[in-house]
């Protein structure tokens, strides 16, 4: 899918080099909860980490914080929030169950035109490095904002004793803008405010429409964003957030990622959350993306993954014989088509997972070649890409676009009107006039729109006719036996039927928001 205006917008700036003076590039991770020195790389100033429970991913977010402390400004000042900053201590206390010994947190830190590499580090008793590290404002939103306000320490008696609202902090009109719009309706006005009976907890108070109610009878998520845009992140800050989707509904989730790259942008800030969501995944470009995949042996960070992958990965439900991994929506298309012409039976024991950037697919072969995965598995990389250790090219020699347009343009367009209901004067000309666009990616798009027709339709129907009419049996048949010696690997297993995964991406724009 097209990345939304703000992440767009974002990219360019990101592009050009000319902002984000602070930055953290990566950490490394060695002896603290299962962590053996891998490396997160931080590509994009939004950057999302998705993995099952328990892979490792609020481990980051407070690797993270733990890297930088308080400007001097900052530490200075009593009243600041941000005044004590994040030690790797607060995350990981000695207890009389688990004490981390030899632990390190290594970080590369970029300071304008400078970078360096540091580390804090518990060799013994003691955690060693925290002087030494640099100067940043970082805000940790963790999970402790899920917890209603009524179960939260003090605001039961809190709600009993008050008896008026003593003071409040308004939000002004840009931070009101952005909580209607996340949520997707007017607010007329929103505080937080403090009581008689105790100055330090703060309640929201919202106004919607003609009514007005505090946070203890507000909704989750309501309450979620609110909490969010009371935190005002400085210019150039780290801003972490875990479970970033959290009570959230879709529509709601793609906003909030919108809203932050808008921040992000204005202010060269670097954000770096947790999910599970397909939604936020896909708001997001490829690089951005980081998948903590928990293999037989060990822990692997994987960059560049698309939401099908994440989320089949996390699918509770039992997967068919074999595994088979492609770049993308049109790779699966093509692919599912040459098995459908050349050997049908085949198709419905598969299952298909679009990964995204060719490097994970050639990291998915390296695990296939080394026996990593515990059924079945196999990598066919795009025909435009390099041989790799356990993957196949697809044929053709070129992208999927490129070599089923062009074939069929030389077939003169086969029976493509047939299988779509067009006249052959309108397809041969419209496709002949997509291949003239310099992306290959956007002549789908581009013929599908000019067809009236959904681009998912018109790929399949091209793929269906090319892979019947023009790829001939010794071209499939590498292919087909392939996946034939896959399935035969290990008994068939009867199980349950398999949930097809949304297509996140290709169907992103059924959640855009509607403009009137």
Same mark, same amino acid.
């Given at each position: 899918?097209?990345?939304?205006?703000?992440?767009?917008?974002?990219?360019?700036?990101?592009?050009?080099?000319?902002?984000?003076?602070?930055?953290?590039?990566?950490?490394?991770?060695? =002896?603290?909860?299962?962590?053996?020195?891998?490396?997160?790389?931080?590509?994009?100033?939004?950057?999302?980490?998705?993995?099952?429970?328990?892979?490792?991913?609020?481990?980051?977010?407070?690797?993270?914080?733990?890297?930088?402390?308080?400007?001097?400004?900052?530490?200075?000042?009593?009243?600041?929030?941000?005044?004590?900053?994040?030690?790797?201590?607060?995350?990981?206390?000695?207890?009389?169950?688990?004490?981390?010994?030899?632990?390190?947190?290594?970080?590369?830190?970029?300071?304008?035109?400078?970078?360096?590499?540091?580390?804090?580090?518990?060799?013994?008793?003691?955690?060693?490095?925290?002087?030494?590290?640099?100067?940043?404002?970082?805000?940790?939103?963790?999970?402790?904002?899920?917890?209603?306000?009524?179960?939260?320490? =003090?605001?039961?008696?809190?709600?009993?004793?008050?008896?008026?609202?003593?003071?409040?902090?308004?939000?002004?009109?840009?931070?009101?803008?952005?909580?209607?719009?996340?949520?997707?309706?007017?607010?007329?006005?929103?505080?937080?405010?403090?009581?008689?009976?105790?100055?330090?907890?703060?309640?929201?108070?919202?106004?919607?429409?003609?009514?007005?109610?505090?946070?203890?009878?507000?909704?989750?998520?309501?309450?979620?964003?609110?909490?969010?845009?009371?935190?005002?992140?400085?210019?150039?800050?780290?801003?972490?957030?875990?479970?970033?989707?959290?009570?959230?509904?879709?529509?709601?989730?793609?906003?909030?990622?919108?809203?932050?790259?808008?921040?992000?942008?204005?202010?060269?800030?670097?954000?770096?959350?947790?999910?599970?969501?397909?939604?936020?995944?896909?708001?997001?470009?490829?690089?951005?993306?980081?998948?903590?995949?928990?293999?037989?042996?060990?822990?692997?960070?994987?960059?560049?993954?698309?939401?099908?992958?994440?989320?089949?990965?996390?699918?509770?439900?039992?997967?068919?014989?074999?595994?088979?991994?492609?770049?993308?929506?049109?790779?699966?298309?093509?692919?599912?088509?040459?098995?459908?012409?050349?050997?049908?039976?085949?198709?419905?024991?598969?299952?298909?997972?679009?990964?995204?950037?060719?490097?994970? =697919?050639?990291?998915?072969?390296?695990?296939?070649?080394?026996?990593?995965?515990?059924?079945?598995?196999?990598?066919?990389?795009?025909?435009?890409?390099?041989?790799?250790?356990?993957?196949?090219?697809?044929?053709?020699?070129?992208?999927?676009?490129?070599?089923?347009?062009?074939?069929?343009?030389?077939?003169?367009?086969?029976?493509?009107?047939?299988?779509?209901?067009?006249?052959?004067?309108?397809?041969?000309?419209?496709?002949?006039?997509?291949?003239?666009?310099?992306?290959?990616?956007?002549?789908?798009?581009?013929?599908?729109?000019?067809?009236?027709?959904?681009?998912?339709?018109?790929?399949?129907?091209?793929?269906?006719?090319?892979?019947?009419?023009?790829?001939?049996?010794?071209?499939?048949?590498?292919?087909?036996?392939?996946?034939?010696?896959?399935?035969?690997?290990?008994?068939?297993?009867?199980?349950?039927?398999?949930?097809?995964?949304?297509?996140?991406?290709?169907?992103?724009?059924?959640?855009?928001?509607?403009?009137?």
């Amino acid at each position: 899918m097209s990345n939304s205006r703000e992440i767009r917008r974002l990219q360019a700036k990101w592009q050009q080099n000319t902002g984000w003076p602070k930055r953290l590039d990566w950490i490394e991770i060695e =002896g603290i909860r299962g962590w053996v020195g891998q490396r997160i790389p931080f590509n994009f100033p939004i950057v999302a980490v998705v993995g099952e429970n328990g892979s490792g991913k609020s481990t980051i977010l407070q690797c993270a914080a733990s890297t930088y402390q308080p400007p001097a400004n900052a530490r200075r000042s009593e009243d600041s929030e941000n005044s004590k900053g994040w030690f790797a201590s607060d995350f990981l206390p000695k207890t009389i169950w688990e004490d981390v010994r030899a632990g390190e947190i290594k970080f590369s830190v970029r300071e304008g035109e400078r970078s360096r590499i540091g580390s804090v580090r518990k060799p013994g008793d003691r955690w060693r490095g925290n002087p030494e590290r640099p100067d940043r404002s970082v805000n940790y939103i963790d999970l402790r904002r899920l917890q209603p306000i009524v179960a939260r320490t =003090g605001y039961s008696k809190l709600a009993k004793d008050a008896t008026m609202e003593m003071s409040a902090s308004a939000f002004d009109k840009v931070k009101l803008a952005r909580l209607s719009q996340i949520m997707g309706r007017a607010f007329g006005a929103t505080r937080m405010a403090l009581t008689d009976a105790d100055d330090k907890r703060i309640v929201p108070v919202f106004q919607d429409r003609d009514q007005t109610y505090s946070g203890y009878h507000a909704g989750a998520g309501q309450m979620t964003i609110a909490e969010f845009l009371r935190v005002e992140p400085e210019q150039h800050s780290l801003l972490l957030i875990d479970e970033i989707e959290t009570s959230l509904h879709p529509r709601a989730q793609r906003r909030l990622i919108r809203d932050l790259a808008e921040m992000c942008r204005e202010r060269d800030m670097q954000i770096i959350v947790t999910t599970h969501s397909p939604y936020v995944l896909a708001e997001l470009p490829l690089e951005a993306r980081i998948y903590l995949m928990q293999g037989q042996s060990g822990r692997h960070v994987m960059t560049g993954v698309s939401p099908e992958f994440a989320m089949t990965k996390m699918d509770e439900y039992p997967h068919p014989e074999c595994e088979i991994y492609v770049e993308d929506i049109r790779s699966q298309t093509l692919l599912r088509e040459i098995l459908v012409a050349h050997s049908k039976g085949l198709v419905e024991r598969c299952s298909m997972i679009p990964f995204g950037l060719a490097s994970v =697919g050639r990291t998915l072969g390296i695990m296939v070649s080394q026996n990593r995965f515990p059924r079945p598995s196999y990598v066919f990389l795009d025909g435009d890409q390099s041989e790799a250790p356990g993957c196949t090219l697809l044929p053709g020699g070129d992208a999927p676009e490129r070599v089923v347009f062009g074939d069929l343009q030389r077939f003169a367009w086969g029976k493509l009107r047939e299988r779509i209901g067009r006249p052959y004067a309108e397809v041969a000309d419209i496709c002949t006039k997509a291949m003239a666009l310099t992306d290959h990616h956007d002549w789908v798009k581009q013929a599908a729109s000019s067809l009236t027709l959904p681009g998912e339709t018109l790929w399949q129907a091209m793929c269906a006719e090319w892979a019947t009419t023009i790829l001939d049996t010794q071209t499939a048949k590498p292919i087909v036996q392939i996946i034939s010696d896959l399935l035969l690997a290990q008994p068939t297993q009867v199980s349950s039927p398999t949930v097809r995964l949304p297509l996140f991406e290709r169907s992103a724009d059924a959640f855009e928001d509607q403009v009137p």
